[in-house]
């Protein structure tokens, strides 16, 4: 069992579409990260979240964190082919210090 | 700057045979990582080092797999012997702290084992 599930595990969708990606737990977080990965590559950090209800935008995409600390959410606004890869996100717990990865949400966006 | 080095990027063995997989972390950071990549278990975290020292080696799988890091530029993760279930993507990370800072990850190493 995964600490942080993430849904959908698998999303295809057309370029200038919207889509919303989450990230679940039942554990509080003291910050989460959304990590983007490209094939070949590693993870690649976008942002961090640290406050409960915190909202992030970078460009076309509004990263949301819970009010309780336990979930996050990533929307993309009009979707481009750039965008495809795998959105991994990844959380601090608040009782330790170790960070732990959900297994990821891999987006293609077809031109 | 440059970022977290990891050599060899592709390695292709036959099972039984020892593997040595390299990291350079950032100069500065205080933690490395260690994770494994497959399509079935996604990134899972093997061992994680703060200031040389292994802190958490609760991922590793088996007594086949150890990691060292000798010193504050340098780590390795060796299997040995090693089977066709240890094919993955294997990738370091580094970061100035563990709570809340960034990991900064290498490119892998894909690592075939025949």
């Known amino acids: 069992t995964q600490l942080l599930e993430q849904s959908p595990q698998f999303l295809s969708i057309q370029e200038g579409e919207n889509l919303t990606v989450y990230c679940n737990s039942s554990?509080?977080?003291?910050?989460l990260q959304w990590y983007r990965q490209e094939p070949g590559e590693g993870p690649v950090l976008l942002v961090t979240?640290?406050?409960?209800?915190e909202v992030k935008k970078l460009k076309r995409l509004t990263f949301q964190f819970g009010d309780a600390r336990k979930d996050s959410s990533l929307h993309i606004t009009a979707a481009q082919p750039g965008d495809t890869g795998l959105y991994l996100c990844a959380g601090d717990q608040l009782d330790n210090n170790d960070m732990r990865f959900g297994a990821g949400t891999r987006l293609t966006v077809k031109p | 700057d440059a970022g977290v080095i990891q050599s060899p990027r592709h390695e292709v063995t036959e099972m039984g045979q020892e593997v040595t997989l390299r990291c350079k972390p950032i100069?500065?950071?205080?933690?490395l990582f260690w994770y494994r990549q497959t399509m079935m278990r996604g990134l899972e975290l093997l061992i994680y080092?703060?200031?040389?020292?292994?802190?958490?080696d609760s991922g590793m799988p088996e007594d086949r797999f150890s990691a060292k890091m000798p010193n504050a530029s340098f780590s390795t993760l060796k299997i040995q012997p090693s089977e066709p279930r240890d094919s993955a993507v294997y990738f370091c990370?580094?970061?100035?702290?563990?709570?809340?800072?960034?990991?900064?990850f290498g490119d892998g190493t894909r690592l075939s084992i025949l």
């Open positions: 554990s509080v977080f003291s910050s």
């Open positions: 979240v640290v406050t409960g209800g």
């Open positions: 990370a580094s970061s100035r702290t563990s709570e809340g800072q960034p990991q900064h």
């Open positions: 100069s500065g950071h205080d933690y």
């Open positions: 080092f703060n200031n040389n020292v292994p802190i958490d």
